[in-house]
T-cell receptor, first 116, second 111 residues
């Protein structure tokens, strides 16, 4: 079974530009979550999508947005990039359906975004 | 918001030594997950715990769901150089609630 696939692997952008990152979840997984990881802040939750709807949202500005398609694939977009947006962006998928406790999250390898 | 306190922040050990790390919180969790992340890669799930008091092993790794449901522990026995990485704990309260992650324990193993 293929794992979570994120593209692109590396991205270099300049301030003010916008960027779109893509995530394909594990086949059959219906939930996709996005995290920002920086050395100082650890894993920061951005948002989670389930059945094409945003189910949870972290404390990030509106420049960060996402969507999920009917095949569960997801994209996240960052507009008007700032230097502080440089980070590893991780996508994780989960099955959904567990009645008690959280589903296991399976992470992709991430997209390393550098903003110059 | 909910926070997980993960300790220690970093560990420097000799190959062959045993390792212990833990995560604590003031909140009760129904799920504890442990992940390992190597440089340039995403976190990989090591162990999942769903019941207070549960003790689960994965090879040389053993994790426990604390009886108070506010903490969890990960032990690595007889460490080897490939154990190097950052270990994260994550706690969840179930349903549609998102997981909360600790800040990680960076493990260095000297051959």
């Amino acid at each position: 079974k293929a794992g979570v696939t994120q593209t692109p692997r590396y991205l270099i952008k300049t301030r003010g530009q916008q960027v779109t990152l893509s995530c394909s979840p594990i086949s059959g997984h219906r939930s996709v979550s996005w995290y920002q990881q920086t050395p100082g802040q650890g894993l920061q939750f951005l948002f989670e999508y389930f059945s094409e709807t945003q189910r949870n949202k972290g404390n990030f500005p509106g420049r960060f947005s996402g969507r999920q398609f009917s095949n569960s694939r997801s994209e996240m977009n960052v507009s008007t990039l700032e230097l502080g947006d440089s980070a590893l962006y991780l996508c994780a998928s989960s099955l959904v359906g567990r009645r008690l406790g959280n589903e296991k999250l399976f992470f992709g390898s991430g997209t390393q975004l550098s903003v110059l | 918001g909910q926070q997980l306190n993960q300790s220690p922040q970093s560990m420097f050990i000799q190959e062959g030594e045993d390792v212990s790390m833990n995560c604590t919180s003031s909140s009760i969790f129904n799920t504890w997950l442990w992940y390992k992340q190597e440089p340039g890669e995403g976190p990989v799930l090591l162990i999942a715990l769903y019941k207070a008091g549960e003790l689960t092993s994965n090879g040389r790794l053993t994790a426990q769901f604390g009886i108070t449901r506010k903490d969890s522990f990960l032990n690595i026995s007889a460490s080897i150089p490939s154990d190097v990485g950052i270990y994260f704990c994550a706690g969840g309260q179930g349903g549609s609630e998102k997981l909360v992650f600790g800040k990680g324990t960076k493990l260095t193993v000297n051959p």
